[in-house]
């Protein structure tokens, strides 16, 4: 589908589940949603909820950590569209919680790799594409430096850091940085696998409130 003059872009990083999926399905009512994710499966679970709903949705089964799969996306979406309204990033790697001591080097590269080191592939590639008027969204977790979250915790620290430098440094695209509620989620089950589920917010309504929060 090509965009129209008063259709606007949204790209959504980790769109395949939980806040992000909610993101995704969310936005589409305003939004042609370009949609991120490994699991091509749950993409298209994704998709047919957006259409259900009258959204219409692009899927990109890629890995954020890819560089070359990133440049390629962003050049097609920059070759389909022209630009890009809005960015949320959701993409994480929740590494099992151990002490740093015990921390598994192949689960501190997978951490360190999709939690951290792609910002710095996504941000240069994506930015151009947001121009001066676009938003870019980001989710933080204040679990660095908390006993046995070490690859998860200094991973979405240098995530959030880089983020902060770009909002402070930015003259173009708004950076927001929006703290989420505690969901059921598939990360945080893994933290947490005896947690009430009922007592948390559900994903949905939770990104309702950051969309609310974002633009309000």
């Known amino acids: 589908m090509e965009q129209t003059d008063t259709q606007k872009l949204a790209l959504v990083t980790g769109a395949s589940r939980g806040l992000g999926a909610a993101m995704a399905e969310l936005l589409s009512q305003n939004y042609h949603v370009v949609a991120v994710a490994r699991t ?46 809005l960015w949320v990033h959701a993409a994480i790697h929740a590494a099992p919680l151990t002490p740093a001591a015990h921390i598994n080097a192949k689960d501190w590269d997978k951490s360190m790799s999709i939690n951290a080191t792609s910002m710095g592939i996504l941000i240069p590639y994506i930015a151009p594409l947001l121009g001066e008027h676009g938003t870019a969204v980001f989710f933080d977790d204040p679990k660095a430096g908390k006993m046995l ?47 009430d589920r009922e007592a948390m917010a559900k994903p949905m309504d939770e990104a309702q409130r950051l969309l609310n929060q974002l633009f309000g």
């Open 149 to 195: 979250y070490g690859s998860y915790g200094a991973s979405k620290a240098a995530q959030i850091a880089l983020a902060r430098s770009w909002q402070a440094e930015s003259t173009g695209p708004r950076v927001e940085i929006l703290q989420p509620a505690d969901m059921p989620t598939a990360s945080r089950a893994r933290f947490f696998p005896g947690q």
């Open 40 to 85: 091509t499966g749950a993409l298209e679970e994704l998709d047919d909820r957006i259409k259900a709903k009258g959204g219409q949705a692009t899927l990109a089964p890629m890995d954020v950590s890819n560089r070359d799969a990133m440049a390629q996306l962003c050049r097609s979406i920059y070759d389909r569209w022209g630009k890009i309204d």
